[in-house]
């Protein structure tokens, strides 16, 4: 469970999961909040995670591997670090991040979230703390600890969080 993970303790460790949850419910909530009230995410026949978790599964087999996952967000990753220093600075990073950055509130948000990934406090985010955070956040989402995240283990998480956000599914 702790594969990868360079921190020097499991509470650290255990800080990063509830950071990665706690950003889950918030995501999860507002995107359920904007797919009800607009159509931020319109949908072509299907629903926007179905589509989002195809594109993770490269190898097409149904589940989405810990190293699909970081080898889909690496991706990202390089194409976030627009100066190519393998680092992403607070303005690089929160291009691509879907919290509402443009409030005062949803800055403040993304800040914090950024602050937690910098885990070095040097301002940026390394290509290896993006692994890492990512790693977590695999982990996280596989609920059942095989090593894989299925859509039936997504679909129940995101249950899971609209039951706790008190809010009901689209």
Partial sequence: M??????????EYHKLIMTIKIF???LVSGALTLSITSSAFPQKGGNRN???????????????????????WNIRFSNQDK???????????SKHDRSPSRSVSGRVFARKIFN???TDGDGQVS?????????????????????????TEDQQKAAK???QSGKSAP
Avoid: C, P
Wanted: overall charge negative; cysteine-free; hydrophobic content about 30%.
């Fill in 2 to 11: 702790l594969d990868g993970w360079t921190g020097s303790t499991r509470q």
């Fill in 24 to 26: 889950f419910i918030h």
């Fill in 50 to 72: 179905k589509e989002w978790f195809d594109k993770l599964d490269a190898d097409k087999d149904g589940r989405v591997s810990k190293k699909e996952y970081i080898e889909a």
């Fill in 83 to 93: 100066n190519k220093n393998k680092h992403l600075d607070f303005t690089e990073w």
């Fill in 116 to 118: 937690r990934w910098d």
């Fill in 127 to 151: 290509q290896k703390e993006y692994e890492v955070f990512r790693g977590a956040m695999f982990t996280a989402s596989d609920a059942d600890e095989d090593g894989y995240w299925t859509r």
């Fill in 161 to 163: 969080t609209t039951e």
